[in-house]
């Protein structure tokens, strides 16, 4: 195997990391943001926590998203865990345009990237702490 071959393997297995760890992470997303309604149905949360919510599901969903995507990524695990959390993001944003007749980006919006890219980030730096191997003793 050439070299080059090597690389085009190697971003075709980044890429399907960057694609995997987007959708788990808003599947993770939903299913907080689920558990989040049921506390307020239930009482348990008040109606204003809401963004708060919003926030924390998309950190712990682009952290575990991204903890996938970096484990597919040999090297530059950051930029694979903010991959993550951006396909994430745009996922949220094209289900938001799906679901509504017109794209309004406002403070809500912006809160959303910056968990996304928080969670992203965070699952990169973690997720690329490696033991590092001893090397054996020298004899003389």
């Known amino acids: 195997m050439g070299k080059t ?38 009482g348990i949360l008040k109606e204003d926590a809401a963004p708060q919510l919003t926030a924390a599901a998309c950190v ?10 970096c484990a597919r990524w040999k090297s530059r695990r950051l930029l694979g ?18 679901m509504s007749d017109a794209l309004e980006l406002g403070g809500q919006a912006l809160i959303e990237l910056a968990g996304c890219l928080c969670g992203g980030a965070l699952a990169g730096m973690l997720g690329g702490m490696r033991k590092k191997k001893r090397s054996a003793p020298r004899k003389k």
């Open 60 to 69: 712990l969903g682009c952290f575990i998203g991204g903890l996938l995507a």
């Open 81 to 98: 865990g903010l991959a993550a959390g951006a396909v994430c993001y745009l996922l949220i944003l094209a289900v938001g345009l799906l």
């Open 5 to 42: 071959e090597a690389q085009g393997t190697n971003a075709v297995q980044m890429a399907t990391g960057v694609v995997l760890g987007g959708l788990l992470a808003l599947g993770v997303e939903l299913i907080v943001l689920l558990l989040g309604s049921v506390a307020v149905s239930n």
